[in-house]
């Protein structure tokens, strides 16, 4: 029975079909009516259907690809790079979207059949997308000829790269196994020869590695490989057991306990290795670790001196850090305790907060006033240097000073020096067979010293064989002299603008 909405007129129940009547009045149908009329849709195409067919959705047949117009919806039109490919049809006859098959051809001249729609969903050339083999194009053989030459039993010609069937191959070996041509294609290889797969007396175990497979403890060497990561039991030659990978043995791990990584008490412990240093553990027990541990425990050594470090430090010479002037203790091993008459003259720091043999440089000021700079160590070692100024011989960074260049033509050498007394300096050199390049001064003292320094350092980097074997304590400034052939320079002004390029920030306005 009709619906009330199917008794009234097309023009109110579907007004928007309405507006395409063309030439007639919607409303004066029905929209169930099987009249055919005539229609107009909003690109002004024409076509005659029935109102009813109209109702239930069907449009206009150009614009929904039923019907062609050439110029708005035929392939050629809407997609003109495909069209290029049609062999023998006009692609102006059909639309994108049918599903009539057509031949096709594409730029390099392969020839298939396929519908227009799958086309223009994007279905390209079979043999140039590798879905259709052809021989000498895209086969298997001509694309991995190396890999063909395995295939065994077939032929490589027949499949693509990427097929999914599995065939048999041998390789250059001999072995003999299964895969699909996509993953032979993909890099997998032959089994046995990649230790996936034992062959005994190729790849085993006790074939590769004989020593090795010695060690094996309630087991069959030949049937793992090399590269296994089974675990499996091990006695070593000292009758140690323990369980372990295959392919790590392989890659050389040994014996934990032989090498020190696990502890065997009476065999690798503190204790029973170094029981003299074992008395200063202070608080754990030295026979559950090993002397070459990484772990950090308390110490105490002889004088009462406690200190936390590492067990292997300690095995590999390091000593109490303050009986080895590593840290002050007050009392002990400060400056004013150990050389109280050195202290006196300390300028600007805590003699009870120093260690006696530091390399940290201080100011001092002797008995006389006389003020310098010098490490603790110079002063407090075996040399023990006093003040500069009030020695009688060395340079006195307090005093003039003056930077001489010279050439030994002999020796075929050139030395750099400082002296507060040129005249005498250069007399004495002179005597050796040394002749004066330059001579460049006087000037501050304490800057002649820093020139000749920077100089030594720069000469050291550039390469030059500063206190060579041959002429090492044969003349006093030897330790300043070097051969030509390592670094030659012809002034002081050379010297000083090559040191300036090398370490400008070290220097002294």
Request: charged content about 25%; glycine content about 10%; aromatic content about 8%.
């Amino acid at each position: 029975m009709p619906s009330k909405k199917d008794k009234q007129p097309l023009s109110v129940t579907h007004p928007e079909l309405a507006k395409e009547a063309d030439g007639w009045d919607p409303s004066t149908v029905t929209p169930g009516s099987g009249l055919r009329k005539e229609w107009r849709c909003v690109f002004g195409h024409h076509w005659i259907s029935d109102i009813n067919s109209r109702k239930k959705g069907n449009g206009c047949p150009v614009c929904d690809g039923k019907k062609v117009l050439v110029g708005f919806n035929d392939l050629a039109s809407v997609n003109p790079e495909l069209a290029k490919q049609a062999l023998n049809w006009d692609p102006k006859q059909v639309t994108p979207g049918s599903n009539l098959k057509r031949e096709w051809v594409c730029d390099k001249g392969h020839r298939w059949i396929s519908s227009i729609k799958e086309r223009t969903r994007g279905r390209g050339c079979p043999v140039c997308n590798g879905n259709v083999v052809q021989a000498g194009l895209n086969d298997f053989e001509t694309l991995e000829p190396e890999l063909a030459k395995q295939a065994f039993g077939w032929d490589p010609k027949t499949v693509r790269r990427s097929s999914d069937s599995i065939k048999d191959w041998m390789c250059e070996h001999g072995h003999q196994w299964r895969a699909s041509v996509g993953k032979r294609s993909a890099g997998r290889n032959c089994p046995v020869c990649v230790g996936k797969k034992i062959l005994i007396g190729f790849n085993d175990l006790q074939t590769l590695e004989p020593e090795l497979a010695l060690q094996a403890k309630g087991w069959d060497p030949r049937t793992v490989t090399r590269g296994s990561n089974s675990k499996k039991d091990w006695v070593c030659k000292l009758g140690h057991l323990w369980n372990a990978r295959v392919a790590g043995r392989a890659n050389g791990d040994g014996c934990p306990v032989c090498t020190g990584q696990q502890v065997l008490i009476g065999f690798n412990d503190l204790q029973s290795l170094e029981p003299e240093l074992a008395k200063q553990a202070h608080g754990w027990d030295p026979s559950t670790v090993t002397p070459g541990s990484g772990l950090r425990k308390e110490w105490r050594c002889v004088f009462g001196h406690h200190w936390v470090t590492t067990v292997a430090s300690r095995s590999g010479g390091r000593s109490c850090p303050v009986c080895a002037g590593q840290q002050v203790l007050t009392g002990f091993n400060d400056l004013a305790t150990t050389n109280p008459r050195l202290a006196v003259e300390l300028q600007n720091g805590d003699p009870t907060k120093i260690v006696a043999g530091t390399n940290k440089k201080y100011r001092w000021k002797c008995e006389s006033g006389h003020n310098w700079v010098a490490t603790v160590h110079s002063r407090s070692g075996l040399s023990g240097r006093d003040c500069p100024t009030c020695a009688t011989s060395g340079f006195d960074p307090n005093a003039d000073g003056w930077l001489y260049f010279l050439t030994h033509p002999k020796w075929q050498m050139l030395q750099i020096g400082i002296t507060n007394f040129p005249d005498n300096r250069l007399r004495a050199h002179k005597k050796l067979g040394w002749e004066l390049i330059e001579l460049r001064g006087s000037m501050d003292g304490l800057i002649a010293r820093k020139w000749e320094t920077a100089i030594l350092r720069m000469l050291k980097a550039k390469g030059a064989d500063l206190s060579n074997n041959k002429i090492a304590g044969k003349f006093d400034g030897y330790s300043e002299a070097w051969s030509k052939s390592t670094f030659e320079v012809k002034s002081i002004k050379e010297l000083m603008r090559l040191t300036e390029e090398y370490e400008e920030p070290n220097l002294g306005d």
